[in-house]
């Protein structure tokens, strides 16, 4: 598979869409970056809203910029620090509808409106957070977190 596609016009529809088209997408391929990779670009392709869709992985006690698409993105973020550190710092999907009123918030793209970050776990520990970004508040909901969380456990199963 090299490509994916979606006919849904509803987010929750094109999420549950994109979850076997990547899986035969990262089948059989086991080099990480080559499936960040990949999982970035197809996550982006169905979420529309997204201005960047990215992996910071786990070195450490730091997050390190992994494969994203989109603008240019700050690279190390300490456990704890901004969305995505609290995301992995408390295992949990964090929902910023407006990045401006996040306490500690690093604004890495000034353009960004709001964020939603998933934890990758694999083998019970957080090796990874999936970050989407957009220019539009309020682009992410409990629907996008619900959609994102098979993604983030099929990406935990892989060659960590």
């Not at 957080?126 to 309020?138: K, N, T």
Request: proline share 6%; net charge negative; with cysteine.
């Amino acid at each position: 598979m090299e490509s994916v596609a979606f006919a849904a016009p509803d987010q929750a529809s094109r999420y549950r869409e994109l979850l076997p088209q990547l899986a035969a997408l990262l089948e059989g391929e086991p080099d990480l970056v080559a499936n960040l990779a990949n999982a970035a670009a197809a996550i982006r392709a169905c979420v529309p809203s997204a201005s960047w869709v990215g992996f910071y992985v786990l070195k450490g006690s730091e997050l390190v910029l992994g494969p994203f698409q989109g603008n240019v993105a700050c690279v190390r973020i300490a456990l704890g620090r901004g969305v995505c550190g609290t995301a992995a710092s408390e295992r949990r999907t964090v929902i910023v509808p407006d990045v401006h009123q996040f306490p500690g918030h690093i604004a890495c793209d000034a353009g960004s409106r709001s964020e939603i970050v998933v934890p990758i776990v694999a083998r019970g520990t957080v090796v990874a957070v999936l970050d989407l970004d957009s220019y539009e508040l309020a682009a992410f909901d409990d629907r996008d977190a619900a959609g994102l969380a098979p993604i983030a456990q099929l990406l935990g199963e892989l060659a960590w």
